[in-house]
């Protein structure tokens, strides 16, 4: 078997075993009052599970990396198949999904923020026109926040990694929580900067109510997850949540030393020296271990 394909098929079949395991952690939010903590919080709690599956890479590409092209141990094709098949479905369906919300048009939605590496502000010029200067600055000053932490990335990464996870419903209400915890966190960001409360309210309940005013059909493709921006999210619980908490005294933030350890990217380049670190003992000690784990399959 070519060492690529052996090497893609271990990975869906160790990094999904994984994966499945972990998608049924409960990952409790703690009771923080602080939304930029908070956010962080849950966003660790939406990425943990993934962290196994990229140490079981790592480890796999460094063993790769000792072995010939292609591999010479006999290997039962259908025990293979059999392991690799729900897994690579698996696989496949969170790659489908996240292609489309690449390469799919944004539907109309109010106000949102589009774009990975440089995100950009869509704002409706039906909805612009319902709106006082005030409320626009204040939608503005909320969706600036969010293209300032890159958050249409994080959002499309963490779909990836709920995807990854189904059928899991943990799994999906770790990633509702955290888009909850993500819209409070830049709510008061723009507050920080000078928003009213009201007027951050007052576009919130516009944003619902053109939001009611489009097509169907529009609304039906807003219901979903599988689009990379960031937008207007949550049930009518969740609005009024918000909207509560938009109108209460803004709680005190927390040290920006601690957010700005915990931020992304630089959360992400935290691991890289460690998964560095998992591929060197892949490539000493990965024939150790895979060679009996193949054995097994001969």
Do not use: K, N
């Amino acid at each position: 078997m070519e060492r690529e394909t052996l090497l893609t098929m271990l990975l869906m079949i160790f990094g999904g075993c994984a994966l499945q395991a972990l998608a049924a952690w409960p990952g409790t939010l703690p009771a923080i009052a602080d939304a930029d903590s908070l956010e962080q919080a849950a966003w660790l709690r939406v990425c943990l599970p993934a962290l196994p599956m990229l140490f079981i890479a790592a480890w796999l590409a460094g063993w790769a990396l000792t072995q010939p092209d292609p591999v010479r141990d006999r290997l039962d094709p259908f025990v293979v198949v059999a392991l690799w098949l729900p897994f690579g479905l698996l696989f496949l369906r969170a790659l489908l999904r996240a292609v489309w919300a690449l390469v799919r048009e944004p539907p109309e939605c109010g106000v949102s923020t589009v774009g990975f590496m440089t995100p950009l502000v869509l704002f409706s010029p039906f909805l612009a026109r319902q709106l006082d200067e005030p409320v626009i600055q204040a939608a503005l000053a909320h969706e600036r926040a969010h293209g300032r932490h890159r958050d249409p990335l994080r959002i499309w990464v963490a779909q990836l990694i709920t995807d990854l996870q189904w059928p899991w419903p943990r799994a999906r209400r770790r990633f509702e929580a955290w888009l909850e915890a993500l819209e409070w966190a830049r709510d008061d960001e723009a507050r920080r900067e000078g928003i009213e409360g009201s007027e951050l309210a007052a576009a919130v309940l516009a944003s619902v109510r053109f939001l009611g005013a489009i097509a169907p059909r529009q609304r039906t493709a807003l219901t979903g997850t599988q689009l990379a921006h960031a937008r207007l999210v949550g049930d009518g619980q969740t609005l009024r949540r918000r909207v509560a908490r938009m109108l209460a005294p803004l709680p005190r933030p927390a040290l920006p030393e601690a957010r700005r350890v915990l931020g992304f990217p630089a959360s992400a380049a935290l691991w890289i020296p460690v998964l560095l670190a998992v591929l060197a003992l892949g490539i000493v000690y990965g024939g150790l271990v895979m060679r009996p784990l193949l054995a097994l399959t001969a």
